[in-house]
Nanobody, 122 residues
Framework: QVQLVESGGGLVQAGDSLRLSCAVS????????MGWFRQAPGKEREFVAA????????NYAESVKGRFTISRDNAKNTVYLQMNSLKPEDTAVYSC???????????????WGQGTQVTVSS
């Protein structure tokens, strides 16, 4: 049973930074591409960032490029999302997910975490 557990969310002010973590257990972490998605109230879940099984390949949504950085530590079975210059529109529940290849398509991800709330006040 593969489990993904996110942490690091919270309430911050606009312009602040947060780092989210996603710890993966029960599977071969290094074989998964990992992604971060977010869902704001009343909106569809949307892609934020993804990283391939190695650390060399990444993909970002246009709305977070230059502000967010995804990384992974295969020795710790953990993927991170460093979020800088946060904006109120970044407020959402952030979830990590695992896929067999690097992609922005949420339907390709077959393991999901429960999510962590990020709230950015203006």
């Amino acid at each position: 049973q593969v489990q993904l557990v996110e942490s690091g969310g919270g309430l911050v002010q606009a312009g602040d930074s947060l780092r989210l973590s996603c710890a993966v257990s029960g599977g071969t972490f290094s074989s998964y591409a990992m992604g971060w998605f977010r869902q704001a109230p009343g909106k569809e879940r949307e892609f934020v960032a993804a990283i391939g099984w190695s650390t060399g390949s990444t993909n970002y949504a246009e709305s977070v490029k230059g502000r967010f950085t995804i990384s992974r530590d295969n020795a710790k079975n953990t993927v991170y999302l460093q979020m800088n210059s946060l904006k109120p529109e970044d407020t959402a529940v952030y979830s990590c997910a695992a896929a067999p290849f690097l992609t922005a398509r949420k339907n390709a991800y077959y393991y999901w975490g429960q999510g962590t709330q990020v709230t950015v006040s203006s």
